[in-house]
């Protein structure tokens, strides 16, 4: 899955930061921020010093292929599906 791109971001507070996983909080009025991407690179976020909450919405894909370890092998792996809300610290 590819991460870069656009997301929201907004320097958080503690009720903020406790509601962030919630999958219908309104990041509306969230700053757009490059990912890849330092948040001190977008004007809005210059001298904040943090914590800063980052959030994007991913839609679901299909299931990915199982791809073979080797040729001559019976070993698959199997790439992981994100099913509903991640969160990441």
Known sequence: ME???EWRAV???DALRRR???PDLDDGSWYPIPV???W???PAFADSDGPVLYRRR???SARPQRASRGTDSNEHLESPVVSDV???Y
Do not use: K, N, Q
């Open 40 to 42: 001190r690179s977008v």
């Open 36 to 38: 890849p991407g330092h």
């Open 11 to 13: 320097v958080a507070d």
């Open 20 to 22: 962030a996983p919630e």
């Open 86 to 88: 991640v969160i990441t």
């Open 58 to 60: 991913f839609e679901p």
């Open 3 to 5: 991460l870069s791109g």
